[in-house]
């Protein structure tokens, strides 16, 4: 876990810490049970991480959300503010869907991390450029640059992959592994 994620844990645990003691000195009633807190940070403790590592490209809102919602429906049933009858399915439901959603929302979106990609020449009287574009904006140019074959930016990562042979270069380009998954994530565990 990344250093924003070790100090929302921490503070979770102090927070854990402190209503272990009002439950001990009667101030709450022993009715509340501290594992579904503990769920409640642990999903809260991984979104944070996600957001402030910006990899909801690849992680998702799912999972965190899901243990969120079951945390605080248990939670709030230990206080008395939901019944207890409340079926934990539709919440688990709504949780997924919505987890989904918003990952689809947060890959269809440029990422923070944009690559700068230059390939030179090398002596190389010849090449091949091939690019797996999915969706959005390409650009395509000439360089400028003497002793460059290519140069290119791309926003939210790229796979570069060059081969040589001889006086021939070949440069495949295409989205991170990360985002094929996240775009596809009925195919996870297949060879790309």
């Avoid at 070790?6 to 001990?24: K, M, Y």
């Avoid at 009667?26 to 996600?50: C, K, N, Q, T, Y």
């Avoid at 990422?111 to 959005?136: C, F, K, Q, T, Y």
């Amino acid at each position: 876990m990344r250093r924003s994620g070790s100090v929302f844990v921490a503070v979770a645990l102090i927070g854990t810490g402190v209503l272990l003691l009002l439950r001990d000195a009667g101030v709450v009633s022993r009715e509340v049970r501290v594992w579904p807190l503990l769920v409640l940070v642990f999903g809260a403790a991984m979104l944070v991480d996600r957001l402030a590592a910006g990899s909801l490209r690849e992680d998702g809102f799912a999972w965190p959300l899901v243990l969120i919602a079951v945390g605080a429906l248990f939670l709030l049933q230990d206080l008395g503010v939901v019944e207890r009858e409340l079926s934990v399915w539709p919440v688990l439901l709504i949780a997924v869907g919505l987890g989904i959603a918003l990952s689809g929302l947060a890959v269809g979106r440029p990422g923070g991390e944009v690559a700068v990609e230059v390939v030179p020449l090398d002596g190389a009287a010849a090449g091949r450029v091939v690019l797996r574009h999915g969706a959005g904006r390409l650009s395509v140019g000439a360089t400028h640059e003497p002793g460059t074959f290519l140069e290119g930016t791309f926003v939210g990562g790229v796979d570069r992959r060059v081969e040589r042979r001889a006086e021939r270069v070949e440069v495949r380009l295409g989205p991170p592994a990360g985002v094929l998954r996240a775009l596809a994530p009925w195919r996870r565990g297949r060879g790309r």
